[in-house]
């Protein structure tokens, strides 16, 4: 079967060789084979990863994992999958994932693009999540950003009818482009008239705190699967 998809130039990260503390890199080593689950061009049997019929909600790029482990913590009636390029983050969420004795989230530490287009089914999500993504904020960056037209088609396809799509960023300019975007993708729908408020199941990072206590606006945007 040939992949339809055309060969992607432009990726929206940059793969850093950031440092591993030895914690990160223990928990990589006793936890890694338990919760990452190996990226794998082939459809990923969500139930069966997890072990349990379950709400699953996809996080794309979730740094060290703080929100992500806080979530997955608050709501353990959903399950969590994860998806990184970064290894110091994924070592840094295993070790929260172990701290805390969470049961409902998994990696995938890999391009994001390449396991929406081969990991994930169609309409198997119940939700999304994508916060703060890179902003790229130079004029001439912005075609790295990671929402576009044809990625977030990709995504809407992958959420089941009547689930969400959560998108959270601290630079203006580039909340304008995702709800323009957004607003573009006929299978989705705001639930309000343009920004949401940040829902409770988000929580606020340090970074985030620390900018608010500056006066830095952040945007949350809320679309539905129809």
């Given at each position: ?151 977030v088609a ?23 482009q995702m ?47 129809v």
């Open positions: 079967m040939h992949d339809t998809h055309p060969p992607r130039t432009i990726r929206s990260f940059v793969l850093r060789a950031g440092r591993m503390g030895s914690g990160q890199q223990r928990a990589l080593e006793e936890l890694g084979p338990r919760f990452v689950l190996p990226y794998a061009a082939a459809p990923l049997d969500l139930e069966a990863a997890f072990g349990r019929g379950a709400p699953k909600i996809l996080e794309i790029g979730f740094g060290m994992g703080d929100s992500t482990a806080s979530i997955a913590a608050n709501q353990p009636e959903n399950d969590y999958l994860g998806v990184e390029v970064h290894t110091p983050g994924v070592g840094a969420l295993l070790k929260r994932i172990g701290a805390a004795g969470l049961t409902n989230l998994r990696i995938v530490q890999h391009d994001a693009v390449e396991v929406l287009e081969n990991m994930i089914p169609p309409a198997s999500l119940d939700g999304v999540h994508i916060y703060f993504p890179d902003p790229w904020h130079k004029k001439r960056h912005h075609k790295r950003r990671l929402i576009q037209p044809i990625f990709l995504l809407a396809t992958r959420i089941k009818p009547g689930g969400y799509l959560h998108l959270a960023t601290d630079w203006q300019d580039y909340a304008e709800l323009g975007v957004l607003q573009g993708e006929p299978s989705l729908v705001n639930t309000v008239a343009d920004y949401a408020p940040r829902p409770v199941y988000r929580p606020l990072t340090k970074f985030e705190q620390r900018g608010l206590r500056l006066g830095h606006g952040v945007w949350d945007l809320v679309f539905r699967r």
